[in-house]
């Protein structure tokens, strides 16, 4: 358009040199004016986006491209906006974040129709109006994180019809109004996160129908009663983690059937809320580390069939796993147990019923040995048991072998079998897969083992032995036990006497002759 005003004023004025050069002066520096960035932005015409990120702003700049898709002014100095924006009527993405915005008023968006993306994080603002957002019908992401809200009116948000991504966390909030989220009929993520709350707003959910993530962690709730997210029944995602929380009743995730990830961790649970988790069989990850339990008990995650990943880490009293503590998950892939002070306990057939098992981090635990009968370590694809206390010996050589032969897969540019020895003195802080079998004391094993063998071979061998001489002289020797022991058992003969003989004589004679009465007196 500016190129042909100039063509037509230099037609209309062709006879006058002096006119013409000031034409072509005021031309050029109306392209300048018209495409002037400011100082530290990178403007880009083509693609209509202008990005002011840390460059010393103080005021929203009004000179850009009018057609502007996309602004960032991101860390800069900015107080206010007013209706700088009024302008820019094509704006889909704006990013006033890290600035110093104390309020943004009323109907300072009125003109941003094609707005999608609003991110005011890190200012300064204190509250929010009804007429804050009028304007935005198009909006879709939100985000006024990291300022200083204490509390969310009624009504609000209710013109951001298409709103689906909101997020206030990092505030002061302590109150929220039941009707504070009326009219986000298709909000899909909120986050509540690191705020004042010491109770769950449940009343304040009833409009969130399609709601499928919620951050309400860092708050400070210490129950989570009953039904307290029952309007809630498209949600997949609950983060609870941080609050303090001692209690959990029964039926507080009522209704919550959709529910795939929970994450109660950092919290002061005394035992694992099966009974609550009866509600929610859909689970499929679940973080429950940090909390004060000192072992899982069997059952603990009883009914969650379609479990996939448990984690439980930075626990300060965790000590233990039960057998059959997973009996009900064996569909569990990944199992994270990292950096629990004291656990050094686990049953032997406790990941039996775990066929599906592929990740398993031990790392950061007070174990100072591990059994090979614990579970298939073969089948692992990734298998971190570094930072603990192993005691490097000849029980751990299975260990040493699966090291040396496995390549498990690493995390970030760590590798996962650079596993220290802890003890002896002599092997601290050694790689295990460097050592050798003879560092792990295995020729003593070896020894033994040997000593053990050559006594049962020189036993069986003497067995064998003897019993070939029994067998070659088995007669001689049943001759000689019979003589030995069946001649003695024969009754002695007795030859009568005369003076036997005599005796049974007279005693014929007394008993054949009859006895006749003395009187007292003839004595």
């Known amino acids: 358009m500016g190129f042909s005003c100039k063509r037509t004023a230099m037609n209309h004025l062709k006879g006058s040199p002096c006119i013409v050069v000031l034409l072509f002066y005021f031309a050029r520096l109306w392209d300048e004016v018209a495409a002037m960035c400011p100082v530290k932005c990178n403007c880009d015409d083509e693609n209509l986006r202008v990005g002011c990120d840390s460059a010393n702003l103080e005021v929203v700049p009004i000179t850009l491209n009018p057609e502007l898709r996309e602004l960032v002014l991101k860390n800069n100095n900015i107080k206010g906006i007013m209706s700088s924006f009024s302008v820019y009527h094509n704006l889909e993405y704006l990013d006033v974040s ?52 204490q509390e969310v009116p009624p009504n609000v948000f209710s013109v951001l019809s298409k709103l689906e991504n909101l997020d206030i966390s990092q505030n002061r909030i302590f109150f929220i109004s039941d009707a504070a989220f009326l009219g986000l009929d298709r909000l899909r993520a909120l986050s509540l996160r690191d705020n004042k709350l010491t109770d769950i707003p449940t009343h304040s959910f009833h409009n969130l129908l399609m709601l499928l993530k919620l951050d309400i962690g860092l708050n400070s709730f210490r129950i989570i009663p009953e039904e307290a ?3 809630l029944t498209h949600l997949e995602e609950l983060s609870l983690d941080g609050c303090g929380i001692q209690t959990i009743e029964v039926g507080a995730f009522r209704w919550l ?22 509600d929610v069989r859909r689970l499929e990850e679940i973080n429950i580390g940090q909390n004060k339990f000192i072992e899982l008990k069997p059952f603990c995650f009883k009914r969650l069939k379609y479990l996939r990943v448990i984690e439980i880490s930075g626990s300060q009293e965790f000590v233990r796993i039960q057998n059959g503590a997973f ?49 298939p370590w ?58 050798s079998k003879e560092d792990l004391g295995c020729y003593l094993e070896n020894r033994r083992r040997k000593i053990i063998i050559g006594v049962m071979v ?66």
């Open 327 to 375: 009996e009900d998950n064996r569909n569990v892939q990944k199992l994270l147990l990292n950096h629990n002070k004291i656990f050094n306990q686990i049953e032997r057939q406790t990941f039996n019923g775990l066929p599906k098992l592929r990740l398993l981090s031990l790392r950061g635990n007070a174990f100072t040995t591990l059994h090979y009968d614990l579970l």
């Open 257 to 278: 059937n959709s529910l795939r990830v929970l994450r109660l961790q950092d919290n002061e649970l005394n035992e694992v809320p099966t009974k609550t988790l009866f």
């Open 458 to 523: 020189a036993t069986v061998v003497v067995i064998c032995v003897l019993s070939l001489f029994g067998f070659r002289y088995r007669k001689n020797i049943s001759r000689a036990f019979k003589n030995r022991w069946l001649s003695g058992t024969k009754e002695p003969h007795y030859k009568k006497t005369a003076c036997v003989e005599e005796e049974n004589n007279i005693f014929h004679a007394a008993a054949n002759q009859s006895l006749k009465m003395t009187p007292v007196t003839e004595l």
């Open 98 to 149: 890290h600035n110093q915005l104390i309020t943004i008023g009323k109907n300072n968006f009125q003109k941003q129709n094609q707005l999608k993306y609003l991110l005011l994080s890190r200012n300064m603002l204190s509250s929010l109006q009804n007429e804050t957002f009028s304007g935005l019908e198009k909006l879709t992401v939100l985000h006024i994180n990291e300022n200083l809200l």
């Open 229 to 231: 997210f029952s309007y």
């Open 378 to 435: 073969d089948e692992l694809d990734v298998l971190d048991v570094r930072d603990n206390p192993l005691v490097c010996n000849c029980e751990l050589v299975w260990l040493w072998r699966l090291l040396k032969k496995h390549n498990f897969s690493s995390v970030g540019s760590n590798d996962l079998t650079e596993v220290r020895c802890s003890s002896p003195p002599v092997l601290e802080n050694s790689f295990l897969k460097e050592t």
